[in-house]
């Protein structure tokens, strides 16, 4: 980033910091570098309305969690893109993937009508699923098929919630 980007983005986050909202809510929007100035104030409301929701919590935890994953396993140099349920096994991974399956048209053409609230307020559906993948689910296995998989549904998790904000930086 320029000079000129990192001091108009410090300077945003002032005057929205002066508006009332919190740290956390300004940099899980500003860390996605928003193109658009004008829609930052909506997506921060979405972000007031996800974390509102009793699912919020859970899930900001669970996405650190996966962005951690996704983090160390890159550094591992492991590729994981496109999820597909044949190579899943578990039938907590496949409810995962089968709820982000039917979650994703749905908050797609909420995002896309610049329906930020409604659009993270879909994916508080995940939170029994993703509960139920940590709880049983063993990511980063011997299996190099099994492991990509698992990765790759993580990796789209983390893609679909964090468009309007990295939901991970609301996380304590």
């Keep these: 980033h320029s000079d000129l980007e990192i001091f108009l983005r410090d300077r945003l986050a002032g005057l929205l910091k002066d508006r009332g909202y919190s740290p956390q809510e300004i940099d899980s929007v500003l860390s996605k570098n928003p193109s658009r100035i004008d829609l930052v104030l909506p997506q921060l409301e979405a972000v ?8 919020a919590a859970s899930l900001a935890a669970a996405n650190k969690r996966v962005a951690n994953i996704l983090r160390q ?3 591992k140099g492991e590729s994981f893109i496109n999820a597909d349920i044949v190579d899943l096994k578990e039938p907590a991974e496949r409810s995962l993937f089968e709820a982000l399956q039917s979650v994703s048209g749905p908050a797609q053409a909420l995002f896309s009508k610049g329906d930020f609230s409604g659009y993270l307020t879909t994916f508080a559906a995940l939170k029994l699923p993703v509960d139920a ?3 049983s689910v063993m990511v980063m296995v011997e299996d190099a098929d099994l492991r990509r998989n698992r990765l790759a549904l993580l990796a789209d998790l983390r893609a679909a919630m964090n468009r309007v904000a990295d939901i991970s930086k609301l996380a304590p």
Aim: hydrophobic share 70%.
């Design 48 to 55: 007031r309305a996800f974390l509102a929701l009793p699912e």
């Design 133 to 135: 993948f940590f709880d």
């Design 73 to 75: 396993a890159a550094a």
